[in-house]
C-alpha cells in the first residue's frame, strides 16, 4: 500500500528533506506577485496554499529557453567530432498543479513520439514530480475543470491532496514515488479512496470557468470557422508578440542555430524557443508568408490546441486550461473567450 495520512507541516518537511538529496524546484515568491519554480532548500517558504500559477510552466525545466544541442570540432584532417550535451542531472519539481502536470503529460506525449527527443527525454527521466491536487480554482483566469486537467494524475510520481483540517493524503504512483518515500513515518491510509471522494465534493461547484462546450465537440465546431469574423476579432488588440506562446506548457516550437567559434574549427549547436504568434514564424524562402496576419496566426493557435493536436494523439485538449496565456496576454486576449465564441457561433448557425 502507498497511501499515507499525514499533516501538511510534516509533507512540507518531507519535501524539504528530499532538498538535500537531489535539486528540488517548488513555486516560490518571484517579485511582488508571481511565482517561479525556483530551487527550494531548508529554508524556502514552501507554501501550498498562497500560490499563483508560474509565468514559466514547470515542464520547460525539461525544455529550457536556450539549449545548447551539442559541440563540435573539426580535426585538422578535416574529420567532424560531434559530442552531445545531454543533461541528465536528477531533479525534483514540487507543487506541481494538476493543470502543470496535464502539460508535461502531454509534452511527453510530443517528445516520445517517434523518434524520442534525446534532450527532452533525459530530463524527463530524471525529474521525479511531487503534484499537489487543487482543491480551489488559484484564480479567475484558470479554466482546469473545462478542459479535463483538474483530475489529471499521469506523470506524477507523488500526489499530496489537501484534506479537511490540516490533513494531507499522500500517494504513491509509481516506483520513484515509492523511493522518495522509503523511511518516512507518516501512518498508512487504509481509505484513501473515501478521502478524495472527499476532497473531490469539498471542492467549490463550479470549479472556474466554463466552455460552454464538451472538449470532444470542438475539432468538429472550430473546423467549420475557418473563414469566421471572430478570427479577426480576437485579434484586434493582438500585438503579436508570441507571449501566450512562451507561457503555454503545451508549446515546444523551436528554432536551432549554429554558432561558430573565432577559430573557425569549432562551435556548437543551440536550440531556442519559437512561437506561431510571431509574424516572421510561417514565412519561407522566396519572402513569401503562410499566415501573414494576426488572426491567421491566432487561428493556427487555437486549432492546434483544440483541432489538430486532439485528433492526431486522442489525449483530448492541448491546453489545460492554466490561464496562462490570458493572464500574461498585454491585450487581456484569452483563449477560452475565443473557443467560447467559436462554439457558441456553432450552435447559432
Ligand atoms: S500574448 Fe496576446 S498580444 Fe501577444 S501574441 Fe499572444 S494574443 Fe497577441
Ligand atoms: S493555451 Fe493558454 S490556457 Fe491553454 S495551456 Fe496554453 S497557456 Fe494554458
Known amino acids: 500500500m502507498s497511501e499515507f495520512l499525514t499533516t501538511v507541516s510534516s509533507a512540507v518537511a518531507w519535501i524539504k528533506g528530499l532538498a538535500g538529496r537531489h535539486e528540488l524546484f517548488f513555486p516560490l515568491k518571484h517579485g511582488s506577485a508571481n511565482y517561479s519554480f525556483q530551487p527550494a532548500g531548508p529554508s524556502a517558504?514552501?507554501?501550498?496554499?498562497?500560490?499563483?500559477?508560474?509565468?514559466?510552466?514547470?515542464?520547460?525545466?525539461?525544455?529550457?529557453?536556450?539549449?545548447?544541442?551539442?559541440?563540435?570540432?573539426?580535426?585538422?584532417?578535416?574529420?567532424?567530432?560531434?559530442?552531445?550535451?545531454?543533461?541528465?542531472?536528477?531533479?525534483?519539481?514540487?507543487?506541481?498543479?494538476?493543470?502543470?502536470?496535464?502539460?508535461?503529460?502531454?509534452?511527453?506525449?510530443?517528445?516520445?513520439?517517434?523518434?524520442?527527443?534525446?534532450?527532452?527525454?533525459?530530463?524527463?527521466?530524471?525529474?521525479?514530480?511531487?503534484?499537489?491536487?487543487?482543491?480551489?480554482?488559484?484564480?479567475?483566469?484558470?479554466?482546469?475543470?473545462?478542459?479535463?486537467?483538474?483530475?489529471?494524475r499521469a506523470g506524477a510520481d507523488v500526489i499530496l491532496t489537501p484534506l479537511k483540517g490540516d490533513d494531507m493524503l499522500v500517494e504513491a504512483l509509481t516506483d520513484k514515488g515509492r523511493e522518495m518515500l522509503a523511511g518516512v513515518d507518516f501512518p498508512k491510509c487504509a481509505d484513501a479512496a473515501a478521502r478524495k471522494v472527499g476532497a473531490v465534493a469539498a471542492r467549490p461547484e463550479p470549479f472556474g470557468r466554463a466552455l460552454g462546450a464538451k472538449v470532444s465537440a470542438l475539432p468538429a465546431v472550430i473546423k467549420k470557422q475557418w473563414k469566421s469574423d471572430l478570427w479577426d476579432k480576437h485579434t484586434e488588440r493582438c500585438f503579436s508578440c508570441g507571449s501566450c506562446n512562451l507561457v503555454c506548457p503545451t508549446c515546444y516550437c523551436f528554432d536551432v542555430q549554429d554558432d561558430l567559434n573565432l577559430d573557425t574549427t569549432s562551435g556548437h549547436r543551440t536550440r531556442t524557443w519559437d512561437a506561431c504568434m510571431l509574424p516572421e514564424f510561417a514565412a519561407v524562402a522566396g519572402?513569401?508568408?503562410?499566415?501573414?496576419?494576426?488572426?491567421?496566426?491566432?487561428?493556427?493557435?487555437?486549432?492546434?490546441?483544440?483541432?489538430?493536436?486532439?485528433?492526431?494523439?486522442?489525449?483530448?485538449?492541448?491546453?489545460?486550461?492554466?490561464?496562462?496565456c490570458g493572464r500574461q496576454c498585454t491585450a487581456g486576449i484569452d483563449i477560452l473567450d475565443i473557443v467560447k465564441d467559436l462554439a457558441s457561433a456553432e450552435v447559432e448557425s
Do not use: W
Open 45 to 152: 517558504d514552501i507554501q501550498f496554499e498562497k500560490y499563483r500559477p508560474t509565468i514559466v510552466p514547470p515542464v520547460k525545466k525539461m525544455l529550457p529557453a536556450r539549449d545548447t544541442l551539442f559541440t563540435f570540432v573539426k580535426s585538422p584532417s578535416g574529420e567532424p567530432t560531434v559530442t552531445p550535451t545531454l543533461d541528465t542531472a536528477p531533479r525534483i519539481l514540487a507543487g506541481v498543479r494538476p493543470c502543470d502536470l496535464k502539460g508535461i503529460h502531454l509534452m511527453d506525449t510530443i517528445f516520445e513520439n517517434g523518434v524520442a527527443d534525446a534532450y527532452y527525454a533525459a530530463r524527463r527521466a530524471n525529474t521525479a514530480v511531487i503534484a499537489y491536487a487543487c482543491p480551489k480554482p488559484c484564480d479567475d483566469r484558470a479554466f482546469c475543470h473545462a478542459v479535463d486537467s483538474l483530475d489529471h
Open 287 to 324: 519572402g513569401h508568408n503562410f499566415r501573414p496576419n494576426a488572426a491567421a496566426r491566432q487561428r493556427h493557435r487555437v486549432k492546434r490546441k483544440f483541432e489538430y493536436l486532439t485528433e492526431r494523439f486522442h489525449e483530448g485538449a492541448f491546453c489545460t486550461g492554466c490561464g496562462r
